[in-house]
């Protein structure tokens, strides 16, 4: 899930009626669908929501790891993303304030929690 839509390619808007449902108990709308490019992979996450009013963008692991036959080691300092086949690290990242940091630009880093 992400806020920023230029972080998006391939936008539709999303006509369904289903909301995401935060800590506090709110539903938050969704307003479209598309696809996120990770930079430095071959790695495009399909069906990412647009939710305008989401704090912190979120990552569906059990999505990522099966669509991309992958998977992840979580450190106390970090992650890898390797490649269930090769082993291949694909992606790494660092923890920043209890959040995994995954970088969806070059220059910019997102965390994804």
């Known amino acids: 899930m992400i806020t920023d839509t230029s972080e998006v390619q391939g936008i539709h808007s999303y006509l369904g009626n289903d909301f995401v449902?935060?800590?506090n108990g709110n539903g938050l709308q969704i307003s479209g669908i598309g696809q996120v490019s990770l930079p430095a992979t071959d790695i495009k996450l399909n069906n990412v929501l647009v939710v305008p009013d989401i704090k912190k963008k979120l990552l569906s692991v059990s999505q990522l790891t099966k669509e991309h036959n992958c998977?992840?080691?979580f450190y106390s300092w970090g992650f890898l993303l390797k490649d269930m086949?090769?082993?291949q690290v694909l992606l790494k990242g660092y923890m920043v304030d209890g959040l995994?940091?995954?970088q969806l630009r070059q220059h910019t880093n997102s965390l994804v929690g």
């Open 85 to 87: 086949r090769t082993k």
């Open 21 to 23: 449902m935060v800590g």
């Open 71 to 73: 998977y992840f080691i």
């Open 100 to 102: 995994y940091l995954i």
